[in-house]
């Protein structure tokens, strides 16, 4: 698996849209200060194959939201043998703080597909190409088929724990031992232990329900019993063959019977017929009834037809008298303009009086106008006169301060003499005059005001009167009109009498009518009913008449329609001679019926024998269908009981044959649980797994070493053979912090390579060292970057290094410098 490019959003530190394109790069590095979010990244990448990240310690998926972001999602780019995939997860938390994953999915990218294409934008689904998972179930399922390591697995081949190494490296023999069942997973063969004790005792028990199991089928399937059950075949064979000797029989007995008895009972029914035949004794009465009602519904019928003539002759005088609807609405109009002439009368007298009323209140309110006009005239020539008082009294004001010889304070011309003094008196006169001329024009106002409005009073009355008279004066020229050639008011009268006239011969008629009519519909219901009780009669004899003639009996007498009773008497007579020729006959039936019972008892007295020999159950009715069912099902019951017996020796030695592979399987897996409980297998087992880790460590240190060093180990514990030094052997506590780095990560390696050959698919084509490398010193730390460098310079694998050390960052050829401000954090590639 090698990532191409991460696409991060709300991801932890990461709330802002980032990008991190690894696309060409084979060596990097990921730089920034301690929490900035270097190993974010490589949680991202996890976290998008497999939902979950070792650092957090559990699955769930609430530490991926950035706070207070609603929504995060995680984008992955991966190669793996040779195809390129897009992993994509989605997590979003809801109202109630709750977190699940919202989206997850897997595709296949197309052939050639161009990564640039993801800058622009959200691209359509179908533009990744081929959806090998949709959901996160689905995912989890199929992104360890495409990567080929499950997640514990990744996290130790992919994402190197290097720390844990180191402690490996240097750890006491049980520690390692612990350490490497950990790691390597050796763990299994305490399961395969435990399953193998499960396997034991679930064979034992099923051993013993074997062993109960074929006791009981032995019990039920000796020869004894196998003999007794093939005898109780033949029992049952051996009834069924004499059950088809004597069935014929019973059916031979059973159809003579039927034919007896069918034969009675047709013979006693035609007997019953014949004696029953009685003539009804009402015959002659319903005849005479049935005449005497034609006659009444004729004569009622002759009535009907005399007062309808009567009633037509009466309407048609009524139509030439008039219509009197009109006549009174004429002798309306009459009354309407008698009334109409009176009111319009009264009218033109309060209309003069209108007139005088209004002509009288014109003239006051005329004179009241003078009067006012007269006032208001006065307060003019009043105001006048005051002003000329209050001029005066204005110059009287300035007079003390003329001088003769000086000029005047108001028009500045030489005052030649001082007047005198005028008159105060005058001015207070004027006021009041004008005060009370100004009370006389303000009654003459007022007055002439009340007068306009009794003059606009009598002005409505007036019109009122005037439209009134108009409209008294129009209605009678509508009367006029109406009654111009209309005949007098008398004539009218004696016309409308004459009609009432009319009318009421005309209701008299009517009822009469009615009452014929009614009289008419009695004698036809009585007619009807005595025709239908005649029908009846002539029905119940035809049908009587009908029935005898069906009974096959020869010489029925003919019918005369004219006389009921007669054909009544005729048919009764034959009947009696008829019923003696049929008993005779009933009695031969009777015969054969006795002798067809007794063959069929002693068929069943036979048939009852048999079944108590062969120990059947003789069915409660003896019948063809009947027997037949009892014997196939005593045929069948026998078989099946035998078959048993027989199933059941067939099922005991198969039991027995898969008892004794049950008894090996139990042996197998009770040896095996035995072997697993020793503890020099595990002692083996660990040895064997530490030579083989050993032995790939040694190739990959002498690589990383360039052949100096070569590790070994003894008694499990680990040594380093020094190829520089003539081959010493030292422990590898005395490796100097560098050197330690290396066998560390050849471990690393070399486990990572046994783990991947667990799954034939795996395809490890990077590796992530989230790794501290400040406690280095600078000696150390150049050998730790030469290590790196030369692990990369081999090309098989991309090398990445999680680290904030400055000197080991410089030496990588492609850094992802990453900062962290309030906000998020950002990736910025440099070299």
Known sequence: MRPLRVDLRGFTVFREPTVIDLTDTDFFALVGPTGSGKSTVLDAICFALYGQVPRWGTKSVANALAPSTAEASVRLIFEAAGIRYAVTRVVRRDGKGRTTTRAAGLQELPAGFDLSLLDSGELPAEALGDVLAGTPTELDTVIVQVVGLPYDQFTKCVLLPQGDFAAFLHARPAERQEILVKLLG????????????????????????????????????????????????????????????????????????????????????????????????????????????????TAAAEAVTAAEEHDQKLRARHTTLGDPAHLSHLLKAYAERSSLRGRRAEMATALGDAKAAHDQAAHVVETAAAQAAEAQAAVIVLREALERAQTADRAASLRPALVAGHSCPVCEQTVAIVPAAPDVPAMRAAREALALGEQRAERAQRARDAQSGTLRSADRALATAEERTHQLDDQLSRLDAVLADAPPAEELRSGLAAIAEAQEEIGTAGAAVSAARERQRAAASRLAAADDKLRRSWLDFDATRDRLSGLGVSGLPAVDRAHLSLAWEALAGWAGSAASTLQTQCDSHRADAAAAQAAKRAAHARITEWFTQAEATLPSVIGQVEIDRAVTITVERATAARDKVVDARAQAEKLRVQRGTVEDERRVAAALAGHLKANNFEAWLLEEALDALVSGASVILRELTSGQYELIHDAREFFVVDHHDAGLRRPVRTLSGGETFQASLALALALADQLATMSHTASLESIMLDEGFGTLDSSTLDTVAATLENLAAQGDRMVGVVTHVAALAERIPVRFEITKDARTARVERVG
Not at 187 to 199: H, K, L, M, N
Not at 248 to 276: H, K, N, S, V
């Open 186 to 297: 050796l763990s299994v063969y305490d399961e395969i232990r435990d399953r193998a004790t499960i396997v034991e005792r679930a064979a034992a028990a099923k051993l013993a329900a074997s062993d109960q199991l074929l006791k009981d089928l032995e019990a039920g399937s000796g020869d004894d019993v196998l003999t007794a059950a093939e005898d109780r075949v033949a029992a049952a064979q051996t009834l069924a063959q004499q059950m088809a000797t004597v069935l014929p029989e019973l059916r031979e007995a059973d159809r003579r019977l039927a034919e007896a008895t069918d034969g009675l009972a047709a013979m006693e029914a035609q007997l019953g017929a014949l004696t029953g035949i009685r003539p009804p004794v009402d015959a002659d009465g319903i005849a005479r009834a049935a005449a005497q009602a034609q006659t009444v519904a």
